[in-house]
């Protein structure tokens, strides 16, 4: 049930519901890449079945045979799986794909890992040089799992730089999406440093993990800061309020390539907005086209920056903004004056209309402050954020030793089993 592109490069058994369990389950399905010599495949889908250690462990001789494999998803693919089983199963797949030479994206999104099954995951990452392209969606990890695998891209960072030295050819890592993990607060400190060890990252994508606005921060200021080539950042579903706000306004002007930022659903609040559209209207992200901060609680006052800015030139790019569900009605006279503006752009250049232009749907909006709310006084503001920056202070410092404290005896005994698990694979390949 192989279904190929028209060059023969793609291998798909794709959202077919099979249940694998054993290796005489498995062969009639794969027979196409049973040949001699392999097939030159360069994509292979698995995603959407379900498959058993026996099952995993046939299919791994023939990943390996296959040298110019370059994409593999692996995502859904052991559903009714017992957890004792998971790791098993990884482990044969994981090892395999280790010795696809050419291997730069791999998809393992909706398998349960959690803190119990990482370990093969944390021991590839380690050690797959050639990786480009890592995706992660809702696997259950947790904040303490989820730092594994942030420490493991920053053992991978030095497995890169090492193979530099040696005079190989080595890519950056340039996508991390790690979304749906419950990642929180707790892991961010060993995220950022994984970011800062990663400096040509392009597309990080980490929404709906339950950071709140003492982690944003840290991942913004001691990690995303230093990835100045970032085109795309989606935090939605995250927590901001004014420390988060302050953080992104202080950074993102250092990313001038930055095409889409999605802040959607993170409590941005009024004042956090206007912090964050000052920042975007100084010019450092002409080139942003998409900008998505729809229910984060954006008032009149930060609606009427969000226009300047546009207007202004800061943001002479934009072609997208999503707004609904924030605190102003849906006819206010800087809406309509923004849609106009990304309308002609639209025109300008001859784009279709769709979801790449204008301005969403405002269809759950929230009454309209009050306007002496709008107009609070200044020196009363500039207290007020005194107050909320050494408070944010504290917040992080106490963050990073609960962090220390919390994780690294857990982390420690895990980070054993990871090691021995490396060595493992490498003595594989």
Known sequence: MAASTAASTTFSLSNLSLKLDTAAHLTPHIAPLLTTPPPPIT?????????????????????????????????????????????????????????????????????????NTVAPLVAFLKAHVPLRHLVLNNNGLGPHAGSLIAEALEELAARKEEARRAGREVPDLETIVCGRNRLESGSMAAWARALRRHPGVRVVRMTQNGIRQEGIATLLREGLRGCEGLEVLDLQDNTFTMVGSRALAGVVGAWKGLRELGVGDCLLGGKGSVLVFEALAKGGNKGLRTLRVQFGEVDGRGLGELVRAVKGGGLEGLRRVELNGNRFVED??????????????????????????????????????????????????????????????????????????????????????????????????
């Open 43 to 115: 994509t292979i889908l698995l995603n959407g079945n379900t498959l058993g250690v026996p099952a995993c462990e046939a299919l791994a001789p023939v990943l390996r045979s296959l040298p110019t494999l370059q994409t593999a998803n692996l995502a859904d693919i052991f559903t009714s799986r017992l957890l004792a089983e998971i790791p098993s199963a990884l482990s044969a797949l994981l090892t395999a794909l280790l010795a696809c030479p050419a291997l730069h994206t791999i998809d393992l999104s909706d398998n349960a890992f959690g803190l």
């Open 332 to 429: 206010d006279e800087r809406v309509v004056e923004l849609r106009e503006v990304l309308e002609e752009r639209r025109e300008a250049v001859g784009g279709e209309e769709g979801e790449d232009w204008g301005v969403d749907e405002l269809e759950d909006m929230e009454s309209e402050e009050d306007e002496d709310e709008e107009d609070e006084d200044d020196e009363k503001d500039r207290e007020e954020d005194a107050e909320e920056e050494e408070k944010e202070m504290k917040a992080i410092s106490m963050l990073k030793v609960a962090d220390q404290e919390e994780n690294g005896p857990v982390a420690e005994k895990v980070d054993v089993d990871v090691d021995e698990l490396a060595d493992a694979l490498q003595k594989t390949i």
